[in-house]
Nanobody, 132 residues
């Protein structure tokens, strides 16, 4: 089993920064791929970024956050961070970390991102509000 706990959310003005943390515990934390998702009210859960477990090579950023957000993992492997800079009002939402064996799935001869429905472990979420 793997347990995930997010923290670091809050309220900031546009252009501000936040750093989210996802602390993992459990027998499989060292090799787990960890992804960040977010969900705004009335919208579908959106994949933001994912970091692979095997070698910490960053797998993806969504187009909406690329260049502003950075995902990283602490050396002890316990914590995955999401550094969020130049925040915009459209970044507002509940942010969740999720974990599974990989960021991607090999389906039909090609790789694709693992959807939120395909992650086994989830944290409880942390709220991010960007508003002036």
């Amino acid at each position: 089993q793997l347990q995930l706990v997010e923290s670091g959310g809050g309220s900031v003005q546009p252009g501000g920064s936040l750093r989210l943390s996802c602390v993992a515990s459990g027998v499989t934390k060292d090799n787990a791929a960890v992804a960040w998702f977010r969900q705004a009210p009335g919208k579908e859960r959106e994949g933001v970024s994912c970091i692979s477990g095997a070698d910490d090579s960053t797998y993806y950023y969504s187009d909406s956050v690329r260049g502003r957000f950075t995902i990283s993992r602490a050396k002890d492997k316990n914590t995955v961070y999401l550094q969020m800079n130049l925040l915009k009002p459209e970044d507002t939402g509940a942010y969740y970390c999720a974990a599974d064996s990989s960021c991607h799935l090999y389906v039909g001869g090609s790789y694709r991102k693992r959807s939120h429905l395909e992650y086994k472990f989830w944290g409880q979420g942390t709220q991010v509000t960007v508003s002036s």
